[in-house]
C-alpha cells in the first residue's frame, strides 16, 4: 500500500521523481506519534503549530463525536449553527478586543485571502482606487494560495516560481527605519500592511522586538493604512500570550487565526475585523464581502474548536508554556558552544537552533526518529513547537536529540 502512496501521492513540497522518504504513522496520543513499524517519536512540532493539547484528547474526541450525531456538515450559506455561533462569540470575547466581526474560513492561507479581499474592498467602497498594493515584511510567511505567496519573503518564497502570475507587493526590512521609510514612499497606494506578530514562522523562525510592531501600529495609522496581523501560528498561547499581538500591546484592524484553533483536529482559520473595516466595506461598491467556501463554519471543526478553546482557557497554559520556554532555554544553551551553530532562540513554546549550513533533513530526521523525536528541519533550522502538555522527561529528550544533530 505504501509503495502505491509512493508513487501517486504527493507530500508537501516535494517530488514525485524522487521522494523522500515517509514514515507511516498509525496512531497517535498524547505527545506521541506510534509508526505502523511499531517506533514510538515524541512529536516536537505539535503537528506544524496545531496540536497543542497532544493528540487523542478525551475532550476534543467528545466534541467531535456528539456533534457527528447532530450534523456533520450543512451549508453556510442561507443557514447557520450553534458551533459556528458560539465559536464566533467565544473568539471575539478572547481576541484584541477591537475586533468585532468574524469570516471562518477553511485554512490559514484562505484566511489571508480574505484579509486581504477585506482590505481592498474597505478602500475601493471608500472611492479609492489607488490603495490596491500590500506592504509585508522580508522573510514572512502568509500561505501557498496566490494572494498570500504575493506576500511571503521575494526571496524565500515561490516567487521566483510564479513570479509572472503574482501580483506585485512592497517588502521591508525587518526594523523601525527600513519600514517608516517603505510606508512613507508608498502609503498612498497601501491598502493594507500584513506582518506575523513577533514571531516570523515558515519564513525563518526569526523572533522581532514589541518595540518593532508598536511603532507599525503607530505608523499605519500616522499614514492611513490598515494592519493585518497573521496569528495563524503565533496564536492560543504559543508566544507566552495568548496572542502575540499582545506583547506590543496593539490593536489589529483585521486578524488572522488558524492552525491551533481545532487543536489539530481538523482544518480551520477565521478572518476577524473591527467595527471599522466592516462598516467600512459596507458603506460603498457593492457592500457585500465577496468570500464564501463550501465548507465555510464546518460544524465539526467549529465544535472541536469550541472545545479546544475551553480546554485551552481552563488549562494553566501561561505556566506550561513558560515552563517549556525554560526547558527550551537550558537544553538548548549549549549548543551555542558548538562551531556548527550560528544561533539559538527561545521564544515561549518555540526553540529554534539556526546552523551555519543547512542540514542534511533526510539524515537528520532519521538520527532524530532513532532517538525517538519527531522534528521537520528545513534550511539551517533545527526547531522545535511542542503541544504544551508535553512534561519534563520527553523535554529533556527532545532538547538532548536537538542538541545531539549539532555535533552529528
Ligand atoms: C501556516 C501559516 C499560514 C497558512 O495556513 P494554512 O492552513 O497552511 O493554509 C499562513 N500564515 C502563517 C503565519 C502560517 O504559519
Not at 236 to 245: D, E, I, M, V
Not at 301 to 323: E, I, N
Not at 367 to 379: A, K
Request: charged share 20%; aromatic share 8%.
Amino acid at each position: 500500500m505504501f509503495n502505491f502512496e509512493r508513487k501517486h501521492v504527493w507530500h508537501p513540497y516535494s517530488s514525485m521523481e524522487n521522494p523522500a522518504p515517509v514514515y507511516p504513522v498509525k496512531s497517535a496520543s498524547g505527545v506521541r506519534l506510534t509508526f505502523e513499524d511499531g517506533r514510538e517519536v515524541i512529536d516536537g512540532m505539535a503537528s506544524w503549530w496545531c496540536a497543542i493539547h497532544g493528540y487523542n484528547v478525551p475532550e476534543l474526541n467528545a466534541a467531535v463525536e456528539s456533534q457527528l450525531k447532530d450534523m456533520a456538515h450543512v451549508m453556510f450559506g442561507g443557514l447557520t449553527h450553534q458551533p459556528a455561533a458560539e465559536l464566533a462569540k467565544l473568539l471575539l470575547s478572547i481576541v484584541p478586543n477591537q475586533m468585532e466581526k468574524v469570516f471562518f474560513a477553511d485554512s490559514g492561507s484562505v484566511s489571508v485571502e480574505v484579509s486581504m479581499k477585506m482590505a481592498l474592498q474597505y478602500w475601493q467602497a471608500q472611492g479609492n482606487t489607488n490603495k490596491t498594493k500590500l506592504l509585508a515584511l522580508k522573510h514572512g510567511y502568509h500561505g501557498d494560495t496566490f494572494g498570500a505567496m504575493s506576500v511571503c519573503d521575494p526571496v524565500s518564497g515561490m516567487h521566483h516560481v510564479f513570479a509572472d502570475a503574482l501580483p506585485k507587493h512592497h517588502f521591508s526590512d525587518v526594523n523601525i527605519e527600513a519600514f517608516e521609510a517603505q510606508i512613507k514612499v508608498y502609503h498612498m497606494e497601501l491598502a493594507a500592511v500584513i506582518v506575523e506578530p513577533i514571531v516570523q514562522g515558515a519564513g525563518g523562525m526569526r523572533f522581532y522586538s514589541a518595540e518593532l510592531l508598536k511603532r507599525i501600529r503607530e505608523l499605519c495609522d500616522e499614514y492611513d493604512v490598515l494592519l493585518i496581523v497573521d496569528e495563524i501560528a503565533t496564536g492560543f498561547g504559543r508566544t507566552g500570550k495568548l496572542f502575540a499581538c499582545e506583547h506590543a500591546d496593539i490593536q489589529p484592524d483585521i486578524m488572522c487565526v488558524g492552525k491551533a484553533l481545532t487543536g489539530g483536529y481538523m482544518s480551520l482559520a477565521a478572518t476577524l475585523c473591527s467595527a471599522k473595516v466592516c462598516d467600512g466595506i459596507h458603506a460603498g461598491g457593492n457592500g457585500v464581502l465577496m468570500h464564501g467556501p463550501t465548507f465555510m463554519a464546518n460544524p465539526l471543526a467549529c465544535s472541536v474548536a469550541l472545545a479546544s478553546l475551553g480546554l485551552l482557557l481552563d488549562s494553566p497554559w501561561q505556566q506550561r508554556v513558560q515552563y517549556i520556554e525554560q526547558q527550551l532555554l537550558q537544553g538548548l544553551e549549549p549548543c551555542r558552544e558548538h562551531a556548527t551553530v550560528a544561533d539559538v532562540r527561545v521564544l515561549g513554546a518555540i526553540g529554534v537552533i539556526e546552523m551555519k549550513e543547512p542540514v542534511n533533513v533526510q539524515k537528520v530526521q532519521e538520527h532524530l526518529i532513532e532517538q525517538g523525536v519527531w522534528l521537520r528541519p528545513f534550511g539551517k533550522l533545527i526547531y522545535a513547537m511542542p503541544p504544551f502538555v508535553m512534561g519534563a522527561s520527553d523535554m529533556k529528550r527532545l532538547t538532548s536529540a536537538m542538541l545531539s544533530v549539532t555535533s552529528f
